[in-house]
């Protein structure tokens, strides 16, 4: 998705899953795996750490680090290629598959921007 005001953020992100699919395929005879975690928003100190207790995605309902643990590491057990945890972060994974990458900035900029959560 494009990370309206966390462009560096979430194009690393991107890179990181693309990097992990390519490196997967080159690995794939070795009996290494490659997995890639993408988490949706997270109860850690993300938030605060990088300044954004401002925004509504801070203010937000969070998943579980526990939980999201969990789905990456059983996900690596399962030799699975990726895995997105969370229903919410599913449901929104799956909408950006179809959704016009313009949509898509403009919906993240009403969840990232900041002052856009409650007061």
């Not at 395929?25 to 750490?49: H, I, K, Q, S, Y």
């Not at 945890?85 to 919906?107: D, F, I, R, Y």
Request: charged fraction near 25%.
């Amino acid at each position: 998705m494009p990370g309206t005001f966390q462009a560096v953020y979430n194009g690393t992100k991107a890179f990181i899953d693309s990097f992990s699919f390519a490196l997967r395929e080159e690995l794939r005879d070795t009996g290494v795996t490659v997995t890639c975690l993408m988490p949706g928003a997270t109860e850690t100190r993300f938030f605060e750490r990088a300044g954004l207790l401002d925004t509504k995605i801070s203010q937000d309902e969070k998943d579980d680090p526990a939980d999201v643990a969990k789905a990456g590491y059983d996900a690596v057990l399962a030799g699975e290629g990726d895995v997105v945890s969370g229903w919410k972060n599913k449901l929104q994974s799956s909408l950006a598959n179809v959704t016009p990458a313009e949509t898509l900035a403009k919906q993240h900029r009403k969840m990232a921007e900041p002052g856009s959560g409650n007061p």
